[in-house]
């Protein structure tokens, strides 16, 4: 198995997903299996591939730089939880 | 400590610095990056990380850092790739910024800057990329929670990380000082440290002198004052030194530097906050360029500092140390050179008025030279009126002032004032026969050899003639009469 929990509870942290210990023996398993078949990839000789940046065989388009939004805060704000004189707010961030 | 106490010591520093680029629109949304907005107004779909939204590149972002990329003798990347950086934290919408890794647009480049003995030394610079900054925690004010405000949120950055080649805290300040210079001369990034579009995080570690292999670093973030960088490397440095003479190790963190106790402090350990798992973002395609963008590019830069000084000193016939000065700012040198080529003088000496005077005055005032008082031409008519003589460099001084005053120009205010240098001989002689009638004592003693009491007479011709009369001829005269 290429994974095991500590490894799995690492993931997990920074997935913020907050698994039961009873959960970490199957995710250990599952995620592994997954693993170990991706891994197969790396048995194929790609010396001369160049690595993909994107599935398409394209190049990224520009914009012009310019202004084409407009102020839509208050729409935008009725998804939050909690806002107070246009800022949104969240839990308590100590540095 | 002292400095006996680093001698065996080598300090090594690398910068990574964020250039915010003067764009009207974000890196990949169409919201304002004006400073100073009210909260959350420039924050649009994209910004604030909604589902099933696209970025799409900013066309301007990638010519600021072609332009960039050749001033510093640069490759530019004909593909480069952004990358997604995953983190969580509140300012960061989406749970990842859009930067580039493994293949940024901006590849080994180089900057001189003058060591401490005043020689050239070269700083490699190991990379440039383009990538979104993240928006700004509030917390006072607010007792249980923060306020988040994305309107930076998207504003395009370019960072540039130089190799660890700077070997003191002046060096590194020299290092920033230009690299400042050059973002502002290529009118990509306003350099405002204030407002942040320019910050810088230092990457400090020491080891024993000789020693190839490189101590642990620590990382002194967001350092936003030349002064503040200087200081908190210093810090940093006698830290290491101290905890390593004391036989203990340096902890590989991120410091903050406190300007007020000047020192450095851990920030609470991100364990793991290293964990970044970089992957290609799929919501975006490479970007290339061609070998006639980048020439195109090339043909758009303007006159780089150094080359500036150069001429500087060649054509104008300036000091080095003046050249530097006035080279410092695109603007402060544009400003010369309009002074320059109006005096009839030689461009020294306009030199020396934009270096002394003028940048007193503004200095004073707290102006920058775009919003000098005296334009180049009025400047430049000052100078003339010293040069033809019908002023003394005393009372140009004077007329500077009232000038800056707004008093008109230097041809107005001498004519109000009457301050036309005295050149008649009669006029000149007429007071000098009065001083001398004055002052039979003094006289009598210069007569007597006592030489130095010519000072005494200018002064008082002078005083007479409310500093108008033009000091040679009234040395010449005085001689000649006494």
Known sequence: ?95 | MTAADHAGWEVVIGLEVHAQLATTSKIFSGASTAYGAEPNTQACLVDLGYPGVLPVLNREVVQMATLFGLAVNASVARRSVFARKNYFYPDLPKGYQISQLELPIVEHGEMLISDADGNDKRIGITRAHLEEDAGKSIHEGLDDSSGIDLNRAGTPLLEIVSEPDLRSAKEAVAYLRKIHTIVRYLGISDGNMQEGSFRCDANVSVRPRGQQELGTRAEIKNLNSFRFIEKAINYEVERQIDLLQDGGTVVQETRLYDSDKDQTRSMRSKEEANDYRYFPDPDLLPVEISDEYVEAARATLPELPEAKLQRFVAEHGLKKDDAVILTASRALADYFEAVAGAVDATAQVAANWVIGDLSAVLNRDGKDIGDSNISPAALAGLVNRIHDNTISGKIAKQIFEAMWDGEGSADEIIEAKGLKQITDSSAIEAVIDKVIADYPEQVAEYRAGKDKLIGFFVGKVMQETKGQANPGQVNQILKAKL
Not at chain 1, 20 to 49: G, N, P
Not at chain 1, 70 to 93: C, F, H, I, M, W
């Open chain 1, 1 to 95: 198995m290429s994974l095991d929990k500590v490894k799995v509870q690492h993931i997990a942290m920074l997935a913020r997903l907050k698994l039961a210990d009873e959960e970490y023996a199957s995710s250990v398993e599952k995620l592994s299996r997954i693993v170990d078949f991706v891994d197969q990839l790396s048995q194929a000789d790609t010396s001369d591939v160049r690595p993909m940046a994107h599935p398409l065989d394209a190049a990224q388009r520009l914009r012009p730089d310019a202004v084409t939004e407009t102020v839509e805060r208050d729409r935008y704000q009725q998804n939050a939880a909690a806002v107070s004189d246009g800022l949104y707010l969240v839990p308590k961030v100590i540095e």
